[in-house]
């Protein structure tokens, strides 16, 4: 399996509402990033987890909570959005940067679409 | 820090023609990787082509090559023979281990080029 699987692929909601972004590979990456991409924008990198634990946040706002409960899994909980944070994003994978025999790359999923009303 | 620069916006190319996309970067780090992601209108973002900044040999991928000029810090996308299917925006990305992040990457993009195969 070499792929990053996010879910669900759309999603819209309110700015009271609470829900979850899912991203899962089974490639025994031990790193996960999640970014946020608006329209014709580059990706903007959000956070970083790490052998499961967050070793990056890019001064995300709080409404924005990641959570890795194994290695093959990485969620983003979303709550109290504004419209602005309406965008793309995009989870990715790597193989640790401390293992000599993974291929430097990062891997993408499909992303997950999101629009705040 | 690093800074990646795609100096075209936007691009065209008849199909079965050669383009060539350009991208810069600036750095002061040794080890590092460049990479060309494509990213079609599916938004899924896909690796086209990768080299490592120690390899002087220039990677190939198919009908995708890069010119990798370490010295000017030039890493530009050749695509011969253009398909349909390579309408996309092309990003150019810059890779290194993270400092901060303890055993992750640091990845950082240009501004894209979106490229047009037209019939």
């Known amino acids: 399996d070499t792929e990053v699987t996010q879910t669900p692929k759309h999603l819209v909601m309110g700015m009271t509402n609470k829900k979850s972004l899912k991203c899962e590979q089974h490639?025994?990456?031990?790193?996960m990033y999640w970014y946020k991409q608006k329209a014709k924008k580059p990706p903007e990198l959000m956070f970083v987890y790490s052998y499961e634990k967050l070793s990056i946040n890019e001064s995300v706002p709080s409404r924005f909570s990641p959570e890795c409960p194994n290695s093959s899994l990485l969620n983003l909980h979303l709550h109290a959005l504004q419209p602005e944070d309406s965008a793309l994003y995009l989870c990715a994978s790597s193989p640790s940067a401390t293992d000599s025999s993974g291929a430097n790359v990062l891997t993408f999923g499909a992303g997950s679409r999101l629009t705040v009303l | 820090a690093q800074t990646v620069t795609q100096s075209q916006p936007e691009m065209s190319v008849q199909e079965a023609e050669t383009v060539t996309l350009s991208c810069t970067y600036d750095?002061?780090?040794?080890?590092?990787?460049l990479f060309w992601y494509k990213q079609p209108p599916s938004r899924q973002m896909i690796l086209v082509i990768r080299q490592e900044a120690y390899k002087q040999q220039n990677a190939t991928e198919n009908r995708f090559s890069v010119n990798f000029q370490k010295a000017a810090k030039s890493f530009s996308l050749k695509i011969s023979d253009s398909q349909l299917g390579d309408t996309a925006m092309y990003f150019c990305?810059?890779?290194?281990?993270?400092?901060?992040?303890?055993?992750?990457?640091?990845?950082?993009f240009g501004k894209g080029t979106k490229l047009s195969v037209i019939p």
């Open positions: 750095t002061s780090e040794n080890n590092y990787y």
């Open positions: 490639m025994g990456h031990r790193a």
């Open positions: 990305a810059f890779m290194k281990q993270s400092h901060s992040g303890a055993g992750s990457y640091q990845l950082t």
